[in-house]
Every structure is written in structure tokens, then in C-alpha cells.
């Protein structure tokens, strides 16, 4: 009895052995997944982009990770974010234009629809516990007391810690919440490390709890205001005295060098908006300004290194798939003296403080004899700066050439990629991310939830891409603003619209369609239009019927409400 009592207890403790490593070996093979996003940054900020800002961490991910040369954003900050969320274009999504204004149409309505899912409430279905770290911006409602149907905790993350609105102090943000309630911020406080740390915070608990998890890392740096401690903004004293001339020269060549941009290409003039360096009055204000920026992304860095070093502590780093990006190029927006530079208004937001929390007063713009980083300041580095950023390429953030919506992507996942320390010429864009999550999760995309019908996610994995290229020609499309563009293949069609810029670009081309060959041109150099005047009729119907079916109205239609 006593042998057969034995032999069952060993049997029972083998079977319960059996059962734990197959439950360990599944939760091993379900791969975490983290998205990294930066706000405002262009295309060679990051040292393994070409620049000179110090990202060792960030540039780690790309050296044991993919490159991509051709990623595309939405151009904006909350397109972006909601074409990222749901894989739709940002208009299916219901914020073809910003997250503050509902312009009464579906497209336009400042607002995530309720016809998409976003991957955080898909993964959930799956067993992923969701969490979410940073700046939001896909709602109308920011404040406290307005519905909060569309906050990040009612749109599947489990745990949620940021901010709701599009930009704030970096010392003492606005609309800052913690799960479901609005707080303010306490004691030595800078708004990255805090992002940071509750990132942690959520890889630390979802690795309690056992289960797979999906993180959303969402950096509001270095979108202005431009805050950073002291001691990071003095490590980069003197690191750009050679002036945006010279460093977008430098950044080219080594872009050409690191193999992501061709040589065929040519570096663009200097943006219309600048003056030669050599001419600027304010050489030393200038640098602080640019010395700020590049502190915010070292402060970014710093972060990415805490995260990666819990993931090593934890034994998940190489179970974890990060993607590194960035919402849309550079931004050109400037306040000189306080005033909206595009327009000469003077510059007012009720996202701005009126005091810090020390009770200094707060002075809101691009003031010479004030150098930015403490609270007390609320400025940007305007658009010659941008210029830097987004080199190669032209324009910035909001428009449709490459300044605006080509930014870096990184992916890293040492247990999923065959290949390290590569450079990929794919076309990728942000509607990608979403079934790219959802196909290494193993997790079907909805037709239905909540009882609403759900709009077919646009985008494709990039996995598919990656492992199996084809010759296929991918067909991508954009508007913003009245800004228009379609990538098909080489060819790239974009029009500027003749908007509140026009005041302060005199552009001979506006609005009209401008043809490029982006094999050989990708700095958009050679308009083709007149050579090709039929495939300009081909491409642009084409974008027209995109336009038709996604929700996207012309612009000037939208403003008036006369449709």
C-alpha cells in the first residue's frame, strides 16, 4: 500500500511538473510586445540616424535589431497615435485632423470612433495585460468633469499613467492622470522620468502576474515646451556651435554612409524660413535652444536604458519585441517673442501654466535673452532647428513631403528576428503596427465589438513584409490639413496646401500635384509632374478614391462646414 502510495505521489508530481512547463513554455513563446514612441522628432536626431545626440541606448536596438529607411507616420501627433492604436488611416479612426476640435463630420470628429479597436483592447482577448505609459491625445475630452469614454483605461489598457491632452510643462503637466484620476504631479518631478518609471512599474507587475503583456511607452519629449534638467542640457554645450548649415551637411553623409540614404540623393537648400548661419545675430540663444532639444531625447534614451535593463533583470528581454519610433518629423512651429509666428497673433493655450509650481511666473515663447529647459519657460526651437532634425528632407511635421512623415523605426526582438544590425527599404507605415501585434500575438482581428461593426484594419504585418519580399507594388496615402500625398511603388504624388503657411512661404508649386521617382530622389528634389503628366492623372485619381472611401473631405470644405 505504502509502495503504491509512492509510485501515485510520483505520478501526480509528474504530471503537475508536465503541466507547469507547458504553462511556462507557452507563456515563454507568447512574446511581450512594447511600443516605444517619441513626439517631434525628425528623421536624424538619433545617433544611429545620422545625428549627434547621444541615444547609446536607443542605437543598442538598432545594432542588435532592424532599421527601416521608408517607415511613414501620420504627419501629425494625433493622427498618428490614432492610426497607430487601431491600424486604420487616421481619418476611418476619427482624427483626420486634431484630437481638440470635433468639425462635425465622421472623419473629422477629434475623437477615436467607436467602429475601431484599438491593440490594446484586442490584446486583452488574447490574455495580454495591457498597460500604457505617456501622452494620449486621441480625444476631444482632456479635462476633469468631460466624459472619459475614449481615456485610455476605457479603451482596454489595464493600467494607464500620462497625460491626456497634446502637449504640456515637462515639470508640471496638464491633464495628468493616474487610471482614472486626474492628479498632480508631486515633489522632484520631471515628466519623462516619470513615464519611465511606470513602465517599469507595469513590466515589473505583468512579470508578477505571469502573464504576456502589451506596453505603450508614449514620450511627450521632445515636443516643446523644451524642458530638461540642467546637467543634460550642459553635456551638450557647444555640440552644435557649427550651425544647422554645417551639422544638416554632416548629417547627410552620414546617412549616405550608414547605407539609409542613397547617394544618388541630394541634400535639399537650407529650409526658405532660415537664414545662412554665418548671419544669425543670436548664434549662443540658438544653440541652448538646439542643446535643450537634443537633452529631452537624452533623456528619452536614458529611459529606453531603464526598460531594457528591467526586461534583462527579469529574463524577458529576449521574449520582447520593441518597436522605436516617432509620431511625425520635426516641427517648424515657432513663438518668437511670443507670438505664433506663422500668424503674428500673440501665443496663448490653457495647456500652458501660468505659474510653476514654485509660484514663478511662466514665460510662454521664444524670448533671446531666455534660455529654455527650466519650468519656468515654455518655448521651441523653431524651424531652423527643424530643418536639422528632419535632414535630409524637406518641410516638417504636418506636411506631406519626407520632412513630415518619414521618422525613424527601430524593431528589436532578439527571439523573433533572423537578422541584427540591418537596414530594411520596405515601405512601412504607422497602420502596420497594429496587425503586425496582433499576428505575433496570435489574435484575431475583430469584426465586431461591443456590438459595433469595426472597420477592416488597413495596414499589413511587417513581418510578412520582412520575411517574404516581393516585387509587389504597396500603394500608401495620405491628408492632412489639405495636404494630399500617395506612395505607389517609386512614385510619390504630394501637394501642399495653400494654408496658414502660405503667409510665411512663398512656394510657387502650392497646391498643386508635385511627382517624384523615389528610387533616385528621395529627398524630392526633381518634380517629374511635367514629364509624366499621365501618370500624375492616374496617381491622383487613385487618391481620390482612397479619399472617398476613408472618410477624407477637402479641406477647405471642412473649415467652412459647407459640405
Known amino acids: 500500500m505504502k509502495q503504491y502510495f509512492n509510485i501515485s505521489l510520483i505520478i501526480l508530481i509528474l504530471i503537475g511538473c508536465a503541466k507547469v512547463s507547458k504553462e511556462k513554455t507557452e507563456t515563454d513563446i507568447t512574446p511581450n510586445i512594447i511600443l516605444i514612441m517619441v513626439d517631434d522628432m525628425g528623421f536624424s536626431d538619433l545617433g544611429c540616424y545620422g545625428g549627434e545626440i547621444e ?15 521608408q517607415f511613414y507616420n501620420g504627419s501629425r501627433c494625433c493622427p498618428t497615435r490614432a492610426s497607430l492604436l487601431t491600424g486604420l488611416y487616421a481619418h476611418q479612426a476619427g482624427v483626420g485632423h ?19 479597436v484599438t491593440i490594446a483592447e484586442a490584446l486583452k482577448s488574447s490574455g495580454y495585460m495591457t498597460a500604457m505609459a505617456g501622452k494620449w491625445h486621441v480625444t476631444k475630452h482632456t479635462k476633469e468633469g468631460q466624459p472619459d469614454y475614449n481615456h485610455p483605461s476605457k479603451r482596454g489598457f489595464d493600467h494607464f499613467y500620462g497625460t491626456i491632452p497634446g502637449h504640456g510643462s515637462l515639470w508640471n503637466p496638464f491633464g495628468l492622470k493616474d487610471g482614472d484620476e486626474f492628479i498632480q504631479p508631486e515633489g522632484d518631478y520631471y515628466y519623462t522620468e516619470a513615464i519611465t518609471d511606470h513602465a517599469v512599474e507595469y513590466i515589473q507587475e505583468a512579470n508578477k502576474e505571469k502573464n504576456p503583456f502589451f506596453l505603450y511607452v508614449s514620450y511627450t519629449a521632445p515636443h516643446y515646451p523644451l524642458h530638461a534638467r540642467q546637467k ?83 529574463g524577458q528581454l529576449d521574449n520582447t519585441l520593441i518597436m522605436f519610433l516617432s509620431d511625425n518629423g520635426g516641427s517648424a512651429e515657432g513663438h518668437r517673442d511670443g507670438l505664433i509666428e506663422r500668424w503674428g497673433k500673440p501665443w496663448a493655450s490653457s495647456l500652458i501654466p501660468e505659474y510653476t509650481r514654485g509660484g514663478k511666473k511662466v514665460r510662454a515663447g521664444d524670448f533671446p535673452d531666455l534660455n529654455l529647459g527650466p519650468d519656468s519657460t515654455y518655448g521651441s526651437y523653431g524651424v531652423r532647428w527643424a530643418n536639422v532634425s528632419n535632414a535630409p528632407f524637406r518641410l516638417h511635421k504636418s506636411w506631406l513631403h519626407e520632412g513630415g512623415i518619414a521618422t525613424p523605426f527601430i524593431v528589436f526582438w532578439p527571439a523573433g528576428l533572423k537578422e541584427k544590425n540591418t537596414i530594411r527599404h ?37 513581418f510578412d513584409v520582412l520575411e517574404n519580399p516581393t516585387n509587389e507594388e504597396r500603394t500608401l496615402f495620405w491628408e492632412h490639413e489639405g495636404n494630399r500625398a500617395i506612395r505607389k511603388g517609386k512614385w510619390k504624388l504630394v501637394s501642399e496646401y495653400p494654408g496658414t503657411w502660405s503667409t510665411v512661404r512663398a512656394y510657387e508649386k502650392m497646391g498643386e500635384w508635385e511627382l517624384y521617382n523615389m528610387e533616385i530622389d528621395r529627398t524630392e528634389m526633381h518634380d517629374l509632374s511635367g514629364q509624366y503628366p499621365e501618370l500624375v492623372e492616374v496617381l491622383s485619381k487613385e487618391w481620390q478614391q482612397w479619399a472617398d472611401r476613408s472618410m477624407v473631405l477637402p479641406w477647405e470644405k471642412v473649415l467652412t462646414g459647407d459640405y
Not at 481638440?100 to 475623437?111: C, E, Q, S, V
Not at 541634400?267 to 538646439?290: G, T, V
Open 55 to 69: 541615444t547609446p541606448n536607443i542605437d543598442g536596438l538598432a545594432t542588435n535589431g532592424i532599421r527601416f529607411s
Open 232 to 314: 543634460v542640457i550642459d553635456k551638450y554645450k557647444g555640440r552644435f556651435s557649427d550651425g544647422w548649415d554645417k551639422i544638416r551637411e554632416n548629417r547627410f553623409q552620414r546617412l549616405i554612409n550608414l547605407g539609409i540614404i542613397d547617394s544618388l540623393s541630394q541634400l535639399p537648400p537650407r529650409d526658405e524660413q532660415s537664414i545662412p548661419w554665418e548671419d544669425e545675430p543670436e548664434k549662443e540663444w540658438q544653440q541652448n535652444r538646439m542643446e535643450t532639444f537634443a537633452a529631452m531625447v537624452d533623456h528619452v534614451d536614458q529611459g529606453v536604458g531603464d526598460i531594457l535593463n528591467e526586461l534583462k533583470q527579469l
Open 426 to 462: 520596405e515601405l512601412v507605415h504607422i497602420i502596420d503596427i497594429m496587425p503586425t501585434c496582433l499576428k505575433i500575438s496570435g489574435t484575431t482581428y475583430p469584426e465586431s465589438y461591443k456590438g459595433k461593426e469595426i472597420i477592416k484594419a488597413q495596414g499589413k504585418n511587417i
Open 98 to 116: 486634431m484630437a481638440d476640435k470635433d468639425y462635425g463630420y465622421p472623419g473629422y470628429a477629434g475623437d477615436l470612433s467607436v467602429n475601431a
